[in-house]
Nanobody, 116 residues
Framework: VQLQASGGGSVQAGGSLTLSCAASGRTSSSYSMAWIRQAPGKEREFVARISASDFATRYTDSVKGRFTISEDNANKVVYLRMDSLKPEDTAVYYC??????????WGQGTQVTVSS
């Protein structure tokens, strides 16, 4: 499975971005999809997940109400809509495929920079 993330960029605080993650190869409807981010000097942090079984979504507390994860199954694309961006959202954002609680495939990351 190959995951290609895109859509990152530089925005001012309060702005919006939408990240995309296109899956190819031996994809499976069993994979949940997630976004994870890593800020400079910090460990990777879970951001959002959409479940393979029922499309239920889950978010880390700091992005609830501002970020929305969604999935276009027909085209095998997962999106992360990010609104009301804050400087602390600055990070490299990765998409990942999950099987159960394990991250099994990773995309290459896309940089998001939010200036104050």
């Amino acid at each position: 499975v190959q995951l290609q993330a895109s859509g990152g960029g530089s925005v001012q605080a309060g702005g919006s971005l939408t990240l995309s993650c296109a899956a190819s190869g031996r994809t499976s409807s069993s994979y949940s999809m997630a976004w994870i981010r890593q800020a400079p000097g910090k460990e990777r942090e879970f951001v959002a997940r959409i479940s393979a079984s029922d499309f239920a979504t889950r978010y880390t507390d700091s992005v609830k109400g501002r970020f929305t994860i969604s999935e276009d199954n027909a085209n095998k694309v997962v999106y992360l809509r990010m609104d009301s961006l804050k400087p602390e959202d600055t990070a490299v954002y990765y998409c990942a495929a999950m099987l159960g609680a394990s991250y099994v495939y990773w995309g290459q990351g896309t940089q998001v920079t939010v200036s104050s």
